[in-house]
Each structure stands twice: as C-alpha cells, then as structure tokens.
C-alpha cells in the first residue's frame, strides 16, 4: 500500500463580537478565483498547525493572534476528483491584534465582515460547508469519498 501524503491547510474564521465573521474574495490564485473564502493556506514544514494559521492570519489579513487563542473547530479529510487529498484544520477566534487588511491585493480582490447565516451565494462551496459544520459543532468531516460523514 502507497502511504497517504496530503497537503495539510490551516484556515482561520475570524469571529466579531456581532458574532459576523471575515471573508475574502479569491482572485488570480487559479482556484475559485471570484469566490469567497477564509484566511488560509498551507502549513510549512517546521511549524504546528495553530502556529500556521497564525503565521496565515499575519500574512493574508494583517492581524496578529496568538497560536494558544486559536480554537480548533473543525478538521476536513478532503479529496478531489483526480484522487488529490488533503487536511484542512479550521480555528476560530475572536481575539486578535490590528485591524483586517487585505495584504494580498494580488490574490484577494477585498476583505468584509459577513453574517455566517448569510453568506455570499458567490461563496466557496466548501468553505460555505465548513462553516455550516463549525456553527453548528461538527468538528471532523470528510469530503470526497463514498459515504462521506
């Protein structure tokens, strides 16, 4: 058998008090360009998963959190049609220092604040999914797979 190598992603869905939550509009990254989508990418090699999502969370959207305020929220096992697969580790917070700022103009066309029971018809599927699951406590989901949970 062929040992599993999946990317690992690290995404944040920052949380207001209002209870409304930050999205950014992808454009020029070649997937779901047009759509809204949650401050995330990749985790690198020589950092845990919350530490990614911080270091994420500084890079895309300019604001600064604590690793150890992060709330593992969810956690996708996903797999695309050409058998790619991947794990997605979705944190929350509601504590961060600066204000959100779109600090990747070449692949976010804007930030805005939105209710999560309203999201944007233009939103990521996935992540409109995910969402769903965080808000209503399912904390581990697959997607891709016959008989997906």
Known sequence: ??????TVDVCVLLTRSDGSVLLGERKGTGFADGQYGIPGGHLEADE???QGAARELKEEVGVLVDPHDLVCAHVAHHRNGEGKTRIGFFFTTTRWQGTPTNMEPGLCSGLSWTDPEHLPENTT???????GRIRSGETFSTHGWDGAH
Do not use: L, N, V
Not at 1 to 6: D, Y
Not at 125 to 131: D, R
């Open 1 to 6: 058998m062929t040992r599993a190598a999946p």
């Open 48 to 50: 845990s998963a919350s």
């Open 125 to 131: 599927p996935y992540i409109a999914t995910i969402i």
